[in-house]
């Protein structure tokens, strides 16, 4: 070999030779490629194993196996498929023959030594089982061996083939299923014999040859004799050049197959993944048409976010939004349905909005908006675009049908989907390894990530690929299809500098709107947080782009009122806000609403009414729109009504009154639509896959636990009698509380395991291996190495203390 896998023993400490089993494998293993396991693999990590033993174990297991085949990237697989087609303690030169010599099949090696899906040394490589188990009976498109093939084939027929194919007979079945593969292993006897075949065995063979290499054929476990095939795969069948599986099931043999494909086991080799061919963009482009999505992001959550607050729509029974409140919510922020589930389903995943919790549930914003909508632009993108990467919900899926053909939701279950961050950082991850300014297609990027996570991505629908790069550019993480500089720092987790970066690019907030004389204020760019809210109290959004026309109108100006503003205040608001004169006809509006509002009071009775202009009572009376309200005077000034104030309310200000409510004390109740808040919410919960990668300290905390515990499963105390395993003592010699006490103390400086005797409160006598990591007050604290917990012994019930014989350990 010229040149060796990282990390690759001869053998254990036992004289160089090849480990017998997995967990002396990794007995022979440093603590850091112990600690490179548990990092490649941190499911292995929950719980902690107690010992190398039951790491090996849980290593093989079918789920983490499974999990740990997904995470490899196309070339890796291309290998791992060489390898099981060979038989257990094969050689690194084995697999290269099969694999070819190209300079990633070292690294390819070391990765799957490192998981623990191969081990041994080069010289005695070997597959975990399961990883056989999971390739299945016909890894990267070849059949199953002879020997399996031909299994349950009986004696005198396998001497007929030896026949037909010219070989010798043999002393039994074993030989001359070893004979048939010897000569299918000859790749100049195979020519030779089709060259004798006829024109069409041939083509049936190239058909086969590459995978799958199954074919069906009436009569194919009929045996046949070369003298007497009178068709091709009759012919092919005689010399077991194709090998009955069934009644109609014919199979290549898998020595066959490697010969006619020339000796490797995959027609087209994916060391290295598909280039990416960039577009270049102007960086400071870029980060412009990032900044302005950005901002035009955060302004639709709130737009979304303010629509809600005065009353938002019912959650569906089984949750989520219903498809015509999403069609409503579209309307209002005025984009297309797919845009406005992703700001939906955003805010849900910042906490900014929630359902409220009572018994006819309404959507409605949280107590964390109001939090969020108080910081600047910057810093709320920054919080949405951290957000957008780290959750498993996909926006994408709305308004798909899910595996029971129920439609899907937005802000339903059904949506999350584990590999969706994993998608984000994959995507956005290849864009930030291109220049500057770089963009890439999609096909290009799928391309990629299919390479680098085949077998999940052969999961994942390509348009959720695209929705994502969509999502990317709409949120401003990319611009012009490009990575900005905020979204490279969003990505490598720094918001603080993303914010910074972020911050100069954005459009400075006015304090000032331009009225104009058909009650529009023209907004010529975003406002101060102030003065949004107010005029999102006395106007409504008419039109948003790159200036926001806000319309005043009667209910919109009453609806100022009624949240305790007065004339004078919106007069003031008007005249200190406006670049250009207060127009007559918003000044009369106001004016004219606020002479009528507050004239008529209304409050429970079932409702009563009550005004100091009997007039204007008697033209309620006498008006046939007020007619349901069943009215009545009780006196000249009141009048009662059989429905409930807030009916009372809404019916007559939808005939063109101004009332007021009022309370039981006859104080005017003061109404704030913006005021609806759902109470405290946390955020929904993350559907989560797969453990999270385990910290350095907590990787050589493990390391040092599975140590001490493996230590303490192969270790014998000195000096003491043993049982027939010579694993536990018979008897601990017993030693004096001064002993005792010195013994543990010494452990204790050096954490060093000893076993002791322990006497129970039952009278019970236990002897256990410990590491003392306290001592004070008379007890011991100590931890377990069978199972890692804590006790603590009192000193006076501790019988006796023994040193343990600790086995060499590899790692030092």
């Not at 969020?372 to 049908?401: I, M």
């Not at 490279?488 to 331009?514: I, K, N, Q, S, Y």
Request: aromatic share 4%; glycine share 8%; with cysteine.
């Amino acid at each position: 070999m010229t040149q060796r896998p990282e990390g690759d023993p001869a053998g254990p400490a036992n004289g160089g030779t090849a480990p017998r089993t997995l967990a002396e494998d990794l007995r022979g293993r440093g603590d850091t490629e112990l600690a490179r396991l548990l990092r490649a693999r941190p499911d292995l990590t929950t719980p902690v194993p107690v010992d190398l033993t039951q790491l090996a174990t849980r290593a093989t297991t079918r789920a983490s196996v499974a999990r740990a085949l997904e995470r490899l990237d196309r070339f890796t697989l291309q290998v791992v498929d060489a390898a099981v087609v060979l038989p257990d303690g094969f050689a690194y030169d084995e697999l290269r023959e099969l694999v070819g010599d190209v300079p990633q099949l070292p690294d390819a090696v070391d990765t799957l030594r490192t998981r623990a899906l191969m081990w041994g040394p080069e010289h005695a490589l070997r597959v975990v089982r399961t990883v056989r188990d999971l390739a299945g009976a016909s890894p990267a498109g070849l059949g199953p061996t002879l020997a399996s093939a031909l299994g349950a084939t009986g004696p005198a027929r396998l001497q007929e083939m030896l026949a037909d194919l010219g070989l010798a007979p043999t002393a039994d079945a074993v030989g001359a299923i070893r004979a048939i593969a010897a000569l299918f292993r000859d790749g100049k006897a195979v020519a030779e014999l089709l060259a004798a075949a006829p024109s069409a065995a041939v083509e049936v063979l190239d058909k086969l040859v590459w995978g799958p290499p199954t074919g069906s054929v009436r009569g194919a476990d009929r045996p046949v004799r070369a003298a007497e095939a009178d068709t091709p795969v009759a012919w092919l069948l005689a010399r077991a050049m194709l090998v009955a599986a069934g009644p109609q099931t014919v199979v290549l043999p898998r020595e066959l197959g490697l010969t006619l494909r020339g000796g490797r086991v995959h027609r087209d080799l994916a060391p290295t993944p598909p280039e990416i061919a960039p577009t270049p963009r102007d960086p400071q482009a870029v980060d412009a048409a990032a900044a302005g999505a950005a901002f035009t992001a955060v302004r639709r959550i709130e737009e979304l976010l303010e629509l809600w607050s005065s009353g938002g729509p019912p959650v569906l029974r089984a949750g989520g939004l219903g498809v015509r409140d999403l069609k409503r919510v579209a309307a209002g922020l005025d984009v297309g349905e797919a845009e406005a589930a992703l700001w939906l389903e955003l805010a849900y995943a910042a906490g900014l909005t929630a359902g409220d919790g009572e018994a006819d549930e309404q959507w409605l914003p949280t107590p964390a908006y109001d939090t969020w909508r108080a910081r600047p632009v910057a810093e709320r993108w920054v919080a949405l675009a951290g957000v957008w990467l780290e959750t498993t919900r996909v926006p994408g899926l709305v308004g798909t049908r899910d595996d029971k053909d129920r439609p899907v939701n937005a802000l339903g279950p059904g949506i999350d989907r584990t590999t969706a961050p994993e998608v984000r950082h994959a995507l956005l991850a290849r864009l930030a390894a291109l220049p500057d300014g770089g963009a890439a297609s999609a096909a290009d990027l799928l391309a990629d990530l299919s390479w680098h996570r085949p077998v999940r991505t052969a999961r994942l629908r390509p348009e959720l690929v695209d929705r994502t790069l969509v999502e990317a550019e709409l949120l401003g993480v990319t611009g012009r299809g490009a990575l900005g500089r905020a979204g490279r720092a969003v990505l490598t987790g720094d918001l603080g500098t993303a914010a910074e970066l972020l911050a100069p690019l954005l459009p400075t907030p006015l304090d000032h709107v331009l009225l104009q004389a058909d009650l529009t204020a023209i907004a010529p760019g975003p406002l101060v947080v102030e003065l949004a809210q107010e005029l999102h109290m006395a106007a409504d959004i008419e039109s948003t782009g790159g200036a926001t026309v806000y319309r005043f109108s009667e209910p919109s100006i009453r609806r100022a009122l009624d949240s305790g503003r007065t004339a004078a205040d919106l007069h003031r608001l008007f005249a200190t806000h406006s670049r250009t004169p207060v127009p007559q006809p918003l000044t009369y509006l106001v004016d004219d609403i606020a002479r009528r509002h507050g004239r008529l009071r209304v409050g429970a009775a079932s409702a009563y009414l009550r005004c100091d202009d009997e007039a204007i009572l008697s033209e309620l009376l006498a008006d046939r729109r007020a007619s349901g309200l069943r009215m009545r005077r009780l006196a000249p000034t009141v009048l009662a009504a059989e429905a409930a104030p807030d009916a009372v309310l809404s019916a007559l200000r939808s005939i063109g009154y101004a009332p007021m409510a009022e309370s039981a004390t006859g104080d005017v109740v003061v109404t704030r639509p913006d005021a609806r808040r759902t109470p405290p919410r946390s955020l929904p919960p993350r559907v989560t896959g797969e453990p999270p990668v385990p910290s350095p300290s907590l990787l050589d905390a493990a390391v040092t636990a599975i140590r001490a515990g493996d230590r303490a499963a192969t270790s014998r105390p000195r000096d003491a009698e043993t049982t027939g395993d010579g694993r536990q003592p018979a008897e601990l010699p017993r030693t004096s509380p001064a002993e005792t006490l010195l013994a543990l103390q010494a452990a204790l400086a050096d954490r060093r395991p000893v076993w002791i005797g322990h006497v129970t409160r039952e009278g019970r006598a236990t002897q256990h291996i410990i590491v003392p990591i306290g001592l004070e007050g008379g007890y011991v604290t100590a931890q377990e190495h069978a199972g890692g917990e804590l006790h603590t012994y009192p000193l006076h019930r501790i019988t006796g203390v023994a040193p343990v014989d600790v086995p060499d350990d590899p790692a030092e």
